[in-house]
């Protein structure tokens, strides 16, 4: 099992209940792919770098979640179907990446 975060950006048009049942879409996702989620964080709107689907904002969406290797490509792709949203990244977490540091 290895430690992932995964970076969502969804529709800047969402809002309200539409924005949660996104929300709840990706959650489930990691979770009906054995994944276990030990932080989620709706980082709010932010204007984007530039226009992705004639989109200029974005929601972003953090989520830290353990899972199965074998399974992040799966999750990628089932979320990649929900047309709200823009991108998806996940990255692998290293373990205990802190520097010692010496007197």
Same mark, same amino acid.
């Given at each position: 099992?290895?430690s992932?975060?995964?970076m969502?950006?969804?529709?800047?048009?969402?809002e309200?209940?539409?924005l949660?049942?996104e &929300?709840d879409?990706i959650k489930?996702?990691? +979770?009906k792919?054995?994944g276990?989620?030990?932080? /989620?964080?709706?980082?709010? =709107?932010r204007?984007?770098?530039?226009?992705?689907?004639?989109?200029?904002?974005?929601?972003?969406?953090l989520?830290?979640?353990?899972s199965?290797?074998? &399974?992040?490509?799966?999750?990628l792709?089932? +979320?990649r179907?929900?047309?709200?949203?823009?991108? /998806?990244?996940?990255?692998? =977490?290293?373990?205990?990446?802190t520097?010692?540091?010496?007197d």
């Open positions: 099992m290895g992932y975060e995964g969502f950006i969804l529709s800047g048009e969402l309200g209940e539409f949660e049942k &929300v879409y489930n996702e990691i +979770v792919q054995l276990e989620i030990s932080e /989620a964080k709706l980082l709010g =709107k204007r984007l770098a530039y226009p992705i689907k004639k989109m200029q904002q974005g929601i972003y969406l989520i830290n979640f353990i199965k290797p074998d &399974v992040v490509e799966v999750i792709k089932r +979320v179907l929900n047309q709200a949203l823009l991108r /998806a990244l996940i990255f692998r =977490k290293e373990k205990n990446s520097n010692e540091i010496r």
